[in-house]
């Protein structure tokens, strides 16, 4: 049973950074792509950042490549997302994801494919 946890949400200020944390048990992180989506109030959710498995290639919503950054540690099968000059668009719950699938696929966006969810962080961004 696939089973993922976020953390590392909390509140912080506009311009400040934070790295989200994403520990996934029955599932490996080294063979499966993993995925970041968010959803801010009032908004669809929407993909945020996806790593393949095995080669690691990685992918961005357009708007956030530069100042988000995925990654992961495969001894700790944890996923991180690193966020950067965070502002209030980015307040947001954020939620990672696996599709039980070694690569992201180009509809990795839609998040249809995904069928293993954490259960949430918050990310909150105050002036």
């Known amino acids: 049973q696939v089973q993922l946890v976020e953390s590392g949400g909390g509140l912080v200020q506009v311009g400040e950074s934070l790295t989200l944390s994403c520990s996934a048990s029955?599932?490996?992180?080294?063979?499966?792509?993993i995925a970041w989506f968010r959803q801010a109030p009032g908004k669809e959710r929407e993909g945020v950042s996806c790593i393949s498995g095995l080669d690691g290639s990685q992918y961005y919503k357009g708007s956030l490549k530069g100042r988000f950054t995925i990654s992961r540690d495969n001894a700790n099968n944890t996923a991180y997302l690193q966020m950067k000059s965070l502002n209030f668009n980015d307040t947001a719950v954020y939620y990672c994801?696996?599709?039980?699938?070694?690569?992201?696929?180009?509809?990795?966006?839609?998040?249809?494919?995904?069928?293993?969810w954490g259960q949430g962080t918050q990310v909150t961004v105050v002036s």
């Open positions: 994801a696996t599709a039980g699938s070694t690569r992201c696929g180009k509809l990795w966006k839609m998040g249809a494919t995904f069928g293993s």
């Open positions: 029955g599932v490996r992180l080294d063979v499966y792509a």
